[in-house]
């Protein structure tokens, strides 16, 4: 029981990375009706920007702050050249360029910092705190705090500011907007500022966990990619409770079920993108779609 | 992307010049270079297939190396466990990855072309770690080793009339593939020519439209499935024959994405794009690696990055550049500038002969 409890714990922490991963993919989704196959890798650069400042004796609570400022400026960069010259284009185009843009990533990261992989400092110790008999560490509770709290600005951000409403207005409806004045190509480069702000947390919440090198997030982004499709790929919410879901499946069948081990997590991840898919297209908090012909 | 091109009569003299360059190709470059080319072509039909899936039915997958791998896999198990001739294995090989393929296909109907590029991508991450877990079959971490194909008697006497000197076992893994690029690069010029081509292009330019005349969706969506992956995994037995090892590394998400460069730089939906492109994503990245460092004017910290990062780089920066650039990859380009100039020089030719080439008001 005990183990159970810490299991769950140690779950809901790697959730709480998916979470932010996945909500990053679903901002974009909602903008411009797009998964961001680059989403991981903009994430494990802006790690690496972290890093260095790090590294060069920035304090860990001010490089977090610089490097998501970096992270949105960085994301409305890469909008304004890549995307916005190709925003209407047909979707098959959209997702080849969001892959040139992670293999891209992927290897000026793996040019300019090697494929050594470093240990990233965390701010909270490994050190275990016993709650109702489990056994958790503060690192897991630090990476449930950060991420709540990025999940929740993003929230007010959404729900209760001018800007999020002329943000989910752009997506929405973005005829209408432009009608009444929004600037809906700016609001778009926002939107992937945004997500790129909120992908950044998660890599560098999951650095100090699984050491950071140019491939770290190839195997998170396929733990968000299910926890979107199960959250139901549009909704914001959606995104942060499919992700708790996912890490805590993924982390009990990585401990009970001895066919999937350590190394066939993964596999987990992908048989839960896939029977939601099929199953329930829409997941669990998505409004089912009506298309007219 | 997908705008139609102005479907082309084949024009049987270049690709008879083609099929000549190819088969003469290996007595004029050694053997090691033969072995790189044979690789261009086993990428060449892998991108084929894709092709098949992506161009002509509208649906992406990013898990075609994970086809590959299973192709490879199919016949390095036969071949090593069962002892059957490797080249016997080659076609089982198709088959099976064809009918994987066909039922992967099923689920995939239900997909948007969106959700079904997310579940492939996942599917080619995990790949690796699925060949690793049966390893009393699969040779778990290790792979499996092969012995080097010999090339038979009356190929041995052929190539060695021809040249002079002894065939190798690379040379011998070339005209292999190329007799397999030659039969699948026919059949697939067949198939988008007659009603399935048709049924799956109209498919891909209007689902509903195509349905209201008659069309079987679903069926001709999994067709392309099953094709698409038997092509896979026929690249796939081949590139296990090319290389004699086989192991879970040897496919990793980057080769989907390679397979991807390859279709998208050569031209989606087009018959020649795939070989161009093969020949491009097998050939750019080394190439480059190669030139790079030999330029002057290019500062050398930036020369010595470039190299270091492999082809990631140089793959992302093509995919990105084709796509907002040239759409229609090389066979488009090709395309595009030979009508202009063709209408260019027919223009020049009415004006020398005294007459104004005709426009909408003379024709009216």
Known sequence: MQELLQQVVSGIAQGAIFASLALALVLIYNAMGLVNFAQGEMAMVATFIAFTLISRGVDYWIALPVTLVIAFAGGIAIQRIVIHPVERAPLLTLVIITLGLATLLNGLAGALFGYVPRSFPSPFSVQTVDILGAFVSYRDLGVIAVSGAVLLAIYLLLQRTTVGLTLRAAAHHPEASRLLGVHVSWMLALGWGLASAVGAVSGIMVAPIILLEPNMMQTIIIYAFAAAVLGGIESPLGAVIGGLIVGVTVNLAGAYLPFVGGDLQLAVALAIIIGVLVLKPNGLFGRPTVRRV | ?364
């Open chain 2, 1 to 364: 992307m997908l705008q139609r091109l102005r479907t082309t009569p084949p024009r049987y003299g270049l690709v008879a010049v083609a099929v000549l360059f190819f088969i003469g190709l290996p007595t004029v470059i050694d053997s090691f270079q033969a072995g790189e080319w044979a690789q261009a072509l086993i990428l060449a039909i892998a991108i084929m297939g894709l092709n098949i899936l992506v161009g002509y039915s509208g649906q992406l997958s990013l898990g075609h190396g994970a086809f590959m791998a299973l192709g490879a896999y199919t016949s390095a198990i036969l071949a090593h466990r069962y002892k059957m001739d490797y080249l016997v294995t080659i076609p089982i090989a198709g088959l099976l990855t064809g009918v994987v393929g066909f039922l992967f296909g099923v689920p995939a109907l239900r997909l948007s072309a969106l959700y079904l590029a997310l579940a492939t991508f996942a599917l080619a991450v995990v790949a690796p770690s699925l060949i690793k877990r049966p390893a009393e079959l699969t040779g778990g971490v290790q792979g499996i080793s092969l012995p080097p194909p010999i090339p038979p008697q009356f190929a041995k006497d052929a190539f060695t009339g021809l040249t002079g000197v002894p065939m190798t076992s690379d040379q011998w893994v070339y005209y292999v593939t190329l007799a397999f690029a030659l039969l699948l690069f026919w059949l697939a010029w067949n198939l988008v020519r007659h009603r399935s081509g048709r049924a799956m292009r109209a498919i891909r330019d209007g689902e509903v439209a195509a349905a209201a005349s008659g069309v079987n969706i679903a069926g001709y969506k999994t067709l392309a499935f099953g094709i698409s992956a038997l092509y896979a995994g026929i690249a796939g037995s081949l590139f296990g024959l090319g290389t004699s090892f086989v192991s879970p590394d040897t496919f990793p998400v980057s080769l989907s994405i390679q397979l991807l460069v390859g279709a998208v730089i050569g031209g989606l939906a087009s018959i020649p794009g795939p070989l161009i492109g093969g020949i491009f994503a097998y050939f750019l990245p080394i190439e480059s690696n190669q030139w790079v460092p030999t330029q002057t004017w290019i500062p050398s910290q930036i020369a010595s990055t470039v190299v270091k990062a492999g082809p990631a780089v140089s793959y992302g920066a093509v995919l990105i550049l084709i796509m907002i650039f040239a759409p229609n990859g090389i066979v488009g380009l090709i395309t595009t500038g030979y009508t202009r100039l063709r209408r260019r020089l027919r223009g020049a030719a009415d004006r020398e002969a005294g007459q104004m080439p005709p426009d909408a008001q003379t024709i009216s």
